[in-house]
């Protein structure tokens, strides 16, 4: 590839690995349209580390205190608090995608799936279920009100997200809508769980790349890094800005095409 179509994949990367639209199909158009090669692993391990960082450094007051006050709470040392209950519900969250992610990629199903038939019926089935929760009027528990059920309801929904074409932001999203949260707290609890799991990932391409022996190309790297952090953050920032005011809707329609155009990529 050379270094605009990976700026690109970048910037596609860091868009839509937060906004509810599907971030797997997203990089298989180009591809499938434009007959792109593979970018390889090691800018893929670059565009995990650079959206990592963007959600560390967007969430750092709020993760500082759920580290700080789960720590004091599970020596004995602090209260329980809506920080150290969030804390517990990350982590309770985080198993169901980890045994199902283990389980597919165990059994290589995970290559089965990332077809682009497969993307465009999930894009086209989990985009309208975003818009049939986005529709409800109780929209309004804050994320200080998350129960632990709520919490793993959340979490049994990012383990759908293993298959292509789902998106795991808007997937946990349709969740927490579902069950009444206000669009910013089911955006906010849905980024919060991005954390393991983009760390889990980032970890195993990591084993991966060292063990596959491929050569690293750092300037490639440090730009997909760079690049995919900085549209991370921006696209954090402005979502949650904005999410309350507009809906899920936009991104429903956009769903909506975008599952159109992989049915026609695939038939025409």
């Known amino acids: 590839m050379d270094s605009l179509q990976l700026f690109i994949l970048a910037v596609i990367q860091g868009i839509t690995e937060f906004l509810p639209v599907s971030s797997s199909a997203h990089l298989v158009l180009p591809s499938q349209l434009l007959g792109w090669p593979d970018q390889g692993l090691t800018f893929d391990v670059a565009l995990h580390l650079g959206t990592l960082t963007a959600v560390l450094l967007y969430f750092r007051n709020d993760l500082q205190g759920i580290v700080k006050d789960w720590c004091l709470n599970t ?7 809506v920080n150290s ?21 165990v059994t290589g199903a995970d290559d089965a799936m990332r077809s682009t038939a497969v993307i465009a019926a999930t894009t086209l089935i989990f985009g309208s279920l975003l818009g049939f929760a986005d529709r409800r009027k109780n929209l309004t528990q804050p994320l200080e009100k998350l129960t632990f059920k709520q919490a793993m309801i959340m979490g049994f929904a990012q383990a759908l997200a293993i298959i292509p074409g789902t998106s795991r932001s808007g997937i946990t999203m349709t969740a927490g809508l579902m069950m009444g949260l206000t669009r910013d707290a089911a955006a906010r609890f849905s980024f919060l769980m991005s954390i393991p799991i983009i760390v889990a990932a980032g970890t195993l391409m990591i084993l991966k790349l060292v063990s596959s022996g491929e050569v690293i190309h750092w300037g490639e790297l440090a730009m997909g890094f760079a690049v995919s952090g900085i ?38």
């Open 231 to 268: 549209s991370a953050y921006l696209c954090v920032h402005y979502f949650l800005a904005i999410i309350n005011r507009i809906g899920m809707m936009p991104f429903v329609i956009y769903r909506l095409l975008l599952g159109i155009v992989l049915l026609g990529v695939l038939f025409v």
């Open 85 to 105: 209950r969030q804390g517990w519900y990350l982590i309770w969250a985080t198993v169901p995608a980890v045994i199902f992610g283990g389980l597919v990629s």
């Open 75 to 81: 020596v004995g040392k602090g209260p329980k608090t």
